[in-house]
């Protein structure tokens, strides 16, 4: 087993927790079997993702790549699982709740991995076969600062330019969707004045037509009130296929907003990736009517088959299904394109960050993983589709150790960059 600390240049993307630091990690693991037959996954870096992986090495050298995850099963189903699981107030990968689930998942992609590439099975036949061929995603457009990340002379170029406005936010959106083919928009908001983020989805409307369906996200940066506010405002921009993204904090607070917009007549579902984040969450949110549709991640929802699990679940008691994103490289993204690709309710359009990331960082032989009409198509080869560029992989390696970030920390970029005693409160609004 080979686990692999990396680093990738970032934009300085806004959200509720803040703003993206320069670098953004990444840890990729190996398994080569005795064979010399190699099987990778691609998980969030940092110090102590890479440690809890390394500390399985005992239980991982010298075993079965069929069975190794039956022997980690504790890690989804014992009390290291965690119950609260609420990511609400810590961006993703710094949960110490779901650590455990994180390190199986990792494990379990990199294990589908070496068994397709083994037996000549592409990981989503492994894992009961694909329901489709092609994953849509969504265009994923963030306020932003001027710069394209990394610092000094590894400054990369700036794609899309500043976005701290509805009308530089609409121009980012139509460059993405010209490029790529993206047929929905999921918008990170929660970081202007409300008001002026429903301006931005008004004119994201009228840009783009009633035929591309519009979701926004404020991270919790919402009080009740206001989200209700805003669910009244946007009713009909997000209609046809949008949903309201944690608006609020907290499965009570989903609750309240849920039901003071049914009073209204209003009928946007209200979605989730950190008031759910386990199945634990799962019982009080139904009862509440808390969450239509879940935003889950095979990354820390427990890998593959977690996932699936969940999308039986979802569709038994009429809950929509998508995928969150983190800012990730191909190896990641080709996870969660197996992993959707056979999961059968999957009724939206899948999250990402990859056209954040630059190709001078990606790892994957060949360059970057290929997104048009707005999805990525499962490749042909076997496993993940990919094998690791060695000279890539070393690049990210080095890049890491030049680099003093050793964890996420948006709020402590926030104040180097815009404000030295800004804080994440919740609400902000």
């Given at each position: 087993m080979k686990i692999h600390s990396i680093a990738m240049a970032d934009p300085p993307l806004r959200s509720s927790y803040g703003l993206h630091q320069p670098y953004a990690l990444r840890t990729v693991i190996e398994l080569v079997s005795d064979e010399g037959v190699v099987g990778i996954s691609e998980t969030y870096g940092g110090e102590k993702p890479a440690a809890a992986v390394e500390a399985l090495r005992g239980q991982v050298i010298g075993a079965n790549a069929y069975r190794l995850t039956g022997s980690l099963v504790d890690l989804i189903e014992g009390e290291g699982a965690g119950m609260a699981r609420s990511q609400t107030h810590l961006v993703p990968g710094e949960n110490p709740l779901d650590a455990d689930t994180r390190t199986f998942a990792a494990i379990e992609i990199a294990c589908l991995d070496l068994i397709g590439k083994s037996t000549g099975q592409a990981v989503c036949d492994l894992i009961g076969g694909r329901v489709r061929d092609a994953v849509p995603f969504s265009a994923y457009p963030f306020y932003k600062h001027a710069g394209g990340g990394g610092e000094g002379e590894d400054a990369r170029e700036d794609e899309y330019g500043e976005a701290l406005s509805p009308e530089q936010l609409v121009t980012q959106v139509e460059q993405m969707i010209a490029r790529y083919g993206f047929g929905s928009v999921k918008f990170k908001a929660g970081v202007l004045d409300p008001e002026i983020e429903i301006e931005t989805i008004k004119q994201l409307r009228k840009t783009l037509g009633p035929g591309v369906p519009l979701r926004i996200d404020p991270n919790g940066a919402w009080s009740v009130e206001t989200s209700v506010k805003v669910g009244i405002a946007l009713a009909e921009e997000l209609s046809g296929g949008g949903y309201l993204e944690d608006p609020t904090a907290g499965l009570e607070g989903m609750a309240e907003v849920?039901?003071?917009?049914?009073?209204?007549?209003?009928?946007?579902?209200?979605?989730?990736?950190?008031?759910?984040?386990?199945?634990?969450?799962?019982?009080?949110?139904?009862?509440?009517?808390?969450?239509?549709?879940?935003?889950?991640?095979?990354?820390?929802?427990?890998?593959?088959?977690?996932?699936?699990?969940?999308?039986?679940?979802?569709?038994?008691?009429?809950?929509?299904?998508?995928?969150?994103?983190?800012?990730?490289?191909?190896?990641?993204?080709?996870?969660?394109?197996?992993?959707?690709?056979?999961?059968?309710?999957?009724?939206?359009?899948?999250?990402?960050?990859?056209?954040?990331?630059?190709?001078?960082?990606?790892?994957?032989?060949?360059?970057?993983?290929?997104?048009?009409?707005?999805?990525?198509?499962?490749?042909?080869?076997?496993?993940l589709g990919v094998e690791l560029d060695v000279d890539q992989m070393a690049r990210g390696k080095a890049l890491y150790e030049r680099i003093p970030y050793r964890n996420r920390d948006d709020e402590a970029e926030m104040q180097k960059q815009v404000d030295p005693n800004w804080k994440r409160v919740l609400p902000r609004w």
């Open positions: 849920r039901k003071r917009l049914l009073a209204e007549g209003i009928d946007t579902p209200l979605a989730s990736n950190v008031a759910v984040t386990s199945f634990a969450d799962l019982p009080r949110s139904l009862k509440l009517d808390a969450v239509q549709i879940v935003l889950c991640d095979h990354h820390y929802w427990g890998g593959a088959r977690q996932v699936q699990h969940l999308g039986k679940i979802c569709q038994t008691f009429g809950l929509g299904l998508s995928m969150h994103s983190n800012s990730h490289l191909g190896a990641s993204l080709l996870g969660m394109a197996h992993v959707a690709a056979a999961t059968p309710h999957l009724t939206y359009a899948c999250d990402t960050h990859y056209p954040w990331q630059s190709a001078l960082d990606e790892i994957t032989l060949g360059g970057p993983v290929p997104i048009s009409g707005g999805c990525v198509r499962i490749p042909d080869a076997p496993g």
